[in-house]
């Protein structure tokens, strides 16, 4: 079993920055493949960025490609989603997830996940 706590969200004009935070406990998530998904109001949840269990696979979602980078660090059992360039459609609850089989795909393909930190973009 795998606990998630997200942080780092918050309220930021459109341009800024800001870094997500997503701290395992439980066991560790080396071996786990690694998410960031969102959801904004009367949207449905849809996967961010994704990285494989060994760090070398990414993925990013188009919109956030070139604006978002998802990294990790197995030692400190921390997943990170630094996003700069935000702009308001950016606005949503984000969750950090992992997963036994896969780093990209629909939400059900995670397996953990954490209670989401909200972002809000204002313009």
Same mark, same amino acid.
């Given at each position: ?6 942080? $780092?969200?918050?309220? @930021? ?5 800001? /870094?997500?935070?997503?701290? =395992?406990? *439980? ?15 009367? #949207?449905?949840?849809?996967? @961010? ?5 060994? *760090?070398? $696979? ?5 919109? @956030?490609? $070139?604006?978002?980078?998802?990294? /990790?660090?197995?030692? #400190? ?9 935000? #702009? ?9 997830? =992992?997963?036994?089989? #896969? ?10 996940? *954490?209670? $989401?930190?909200? @972002?809000?973009?204002?313009?």
């Amino acid at each position: 079993q795998v606990q998630l706590v997200e942080s $780092g969200g918050g309220l @930021v004009q459109a341009g800024g920055s800001l /870094r997500l935070s997503c701290t =395992a406990s *439980g066991r560790t998530f080396s071996g786990y493949n690694l998410g960031w998904l969102r959801q904004a109001p009367g #949207k449905e949840r849809e996967i @961010v960025a994704g990285m494989s269990w060994s *760090g070398f $696979g990414t993925y990013y979602e188009d919109s @956030v490609r $070139g604006r978002f980078t998802i990294s /990790r660090d197995n030692a #400190k059992n921390t997943m990170y989603l630094q996003m700069n360039s935000l #702009k308001p459609e950016d606005t949503a609850l984000y969750y950090c997830a =992992a997963s036994r089989s #896969k780093y990209y795909g629909p939400p059900d393909a995670f397996d953990y996940w *954490g209670q $989401g930190t909200q @972002v809000t973009v204002s313009s």
